[in-house]
C-alpha cells in the first residue's frame, strides 16, 4: 500500500505553487502595455493589429495572447481576440471599476519587496519600506499610484461593507468611527444602508485628502465626516461614536499594538458602545486557511505586524474590558470573520 501511494504522489502540486508567479507576471505585464485596453478600442482584434499597437514583434505578441487566452483574461474566436468580461470591466483604462492601478502597485512595489522576503524573515523587519526613518508606510509614495490603489480596491472594500450591513445589526447604532483606513467605502456603504447614521472616518492625511471629493460628492456628504490623524501614534481616539469599527486592521499589527489599539477603542466609547473587527484571520491552530496565510507572509515584508487569530482577537477583546464577544463567518475578500464586543455599562 506504501509503495501504491508514493507512486501516486508526484511534485506537481509544488510546481504549479512555483509557477503562480508567472501568472501574476503576465497579468502585470498585460496591464502595463494596456494590453485590455487596445482591445476595447478593436473588438475582434488581431494578432498583427495587437502587436503593432503595444510595438511588439509577432512571437512575443502570440506568447503574450496566448498566455492571457489561457488565463481566461482573453477569449480567442476565428484568430481574434475580445477581453473577457472580468477584464472588460476591471482592465480597461478608465472604466469606473478599474482595477489595473492595483495590478500595477502590486507589481511596482510589492513584487520586489517580495524578492528581498529572506531578510525580511531573517532580520525580522519589513523590507517594502525604511521602519527607521520614523515616518508611515504612505510616506514618499506617489499620492497617484495610492489614489489608483484605493479606487482600484473599492469594489472590493464595498462589498465586504456589503457583507458587514448583512452580519452585523447596526439598526441601534447613531454615529460610527470607521479606523479601518479603507477611504470612503465603508462608511458609504453603511450610510446607503442605515438611514439614522452618521460615520466619521479617521485615516492618514494622504487618504483622506483623496477621498475628500468622493465624500463631498456622494449623496450622503450631510452624514460622512472625516478627521485626519495616525491611531497608533495618538494618545486617543475621537470621542463619542457608539459603534467603532475595525476593518482589516489588527492583522497588520503586531501584538503589542494589538492590544494598545482595542485599550484605545475602549476608552473611546460610551457605556453600551460596540467594537466591531472585521478581519483575515488565519485558524485558531494557524494551520490556514491559504489567502489568510499568505497574508500573514505579506505583512512580515510591509510591516511589523502578525496575522492573528480570531480566538486572540476574543482574549485581547476580554483583557481591554469588552464583554459579549461574538465570532461569526464573514465571506468577503478582505475578510473571513467579524468579532463583535460591547463596553460594559448601565
Known amino acids: 500500500?506504501?509503495?501504491?501511494?508514493?507512486?501516486?504522489?508526484?511534485?506537481?502540486?509544488?510546481?504549479r505553487l512555483l509557477r503562480g508567479?508567472?501568472?501574476?507576471?503576465?497579468?502585470?505585464?498585460?496591464?502595463?502595455?494596456?494590453?485590455?485596453?487596445?482591445?476595447?478600442?478593436?473588438?475582434?482584434a488581431?494578432?498583427?493589429?495587437?502587436?503593432?499597437?503595444?510595438?511588439?514583434?509577432?512571437?512575443?505578441?502570440?506568447?503574450?495572447?496566448?498566455?492571457?487566452t489561457g488565463l481566461g483574461l482573453l477569449e480567442r474566436h476565428e484568430n481574434r481576440y475580445h477581453n473577457s468580461e472580468l477584464?472588460?470591466?476591471?482592465?480597461?483604462?478608465?472604466?469606473?471599476?478599474?482595477?489595473?492601478?492595483?495590478?500595477?502597485?502590486?507589481?511596482?512595489r510589492n513584487f520586489p519587496a517580495w524578492m528581498n522576503v529572506l531578510d525580511a524573515l531573517r532580520d525580522n523587519r519589513p523590507v517594502s519600506w525604511d521602519l527607521g526613518s520614523g515616518?508611515?508606510?504612505?510616506?514618499?509614495?506617489?499620492?497617484?499610484?495610492?489614489?489608483?490603489?484605493?479606487?482600484?480596491?473599492?469594489?472590493?472594500?464595498?462589498?465586504a461593507a456589503r457583507e458587514l450591513a448583512r452580519v452585523v445589526d447596526l439598526s441601534g447604532a447613531r454615529r460610527l468611527l470607521d479606523i479601518s483606513g479603507h477611504g470612503e467605502a465603508y462608511g458609504l456603504e453603511l450610510c446607503r444602508r442605515y438611514r439614522q447614521l452618521t460615520v466619521t472616518v479617521y485615516d492618514q492625511p494622504l487618504l483622506s485628502s483623496l477621498a475628500r471629493a468622493e465624500r463631498e460628492n456622494s449623496p450622503f456628504g450631510d452624514r460622512l465626516s472625516a478627521v485626519t490623524g495616525d491611531f497608533l501614534a495618538e494618545p486617543a481616539l475621537p470621542a463619542g461614536?457608539?459603534?467603532?469599527?475595525?476593518?482589516?486592521v489588527l492583522c497588520d499589527l503586531g501584538e503589542t499594538d494589538c492590544r494598545l489599539t482595542l485599550a484605545k477603542c475602549y476608552a473611546a466609547m460610551p457605556p453600551r458602545g460596540r467594537l466591531v473587527v472585521a478581519d483575515?484571520?488565519?485558524?485558531?491552530?494557524?494551520?490556514?486557511?491559504?489567502?489568510?496565510?499568505?497574508?500573514?507572509?505579506?505583512t512580515l515584508v510591509e510591516t511589523m505586524g502578525r496575522t492573528c487569530t480570531a480566538g486572540e482577537c476574543g482574549t485581547w477583546l476580554a483583557e481591554a474590558g469588552f464583554t459579549g464577544v461574538t465570532t461569526a463567518d464573514f465571506r468577503a475578500p478582505t475578510a473571513n470573520k467579524v468579532l463583535t464586543a460591547e463596553k460594559p455599562g448601565a
Open 21 to 44: 508567479f508567472w501568472a501574476a507576471k503576465t497579468l502585470a505585464v498585460a496591464v502595463h502595455l494596456d494590453l485590455f485596453t487596445h482591445v476595447a478600442r478593436e473588438a475582434g
Open 1 to 15: 500500500m506504501r509503495q501504491t501511494a508514493e507512486a501516486a504522489l508526484d511534485p506537481q502540486p509544488l510546481l
Open 280 to 298: 483575515l484571520f488565519v485558524a485558531d491552530d494557524r494551520s490556514g486557511p491559504p489567502e489568510a496565510a499568505l497574508s500573514g507572509m505579506n
Open 135 to 159: 515616518g508611515t508606510l504612505f510616506d514618499g509614495e506617489d499620492p497617484q499610484l495610492v489614489d489608483g490603489v484605493r479606487s482600484g480596491l473599492r469594489p472590493l472594500v464595498t462589498a
Open 241 to 248: 461614536h457608539d459603534v467603532i469599527l475595525l476593518a482589516s
Open 46 to 68: 488581431t494578432l498583427e493589429t495587437l502587436g503593432a499597437a503595444l510595438g511588439l514583434q509577432r512571437r512575443p505578441a502570440d506568447a503574450l495572447l496566448t498566455a492571457c
Open 87 to 108: 477584464t472588460q470591466r476591471f482592465l480597461v483604462r478608465g472604466s469606473e471599476d478599474y482595477f489595473g492601478s492595483v495590478v500595477e502597485a502590486v507589481d511596482q
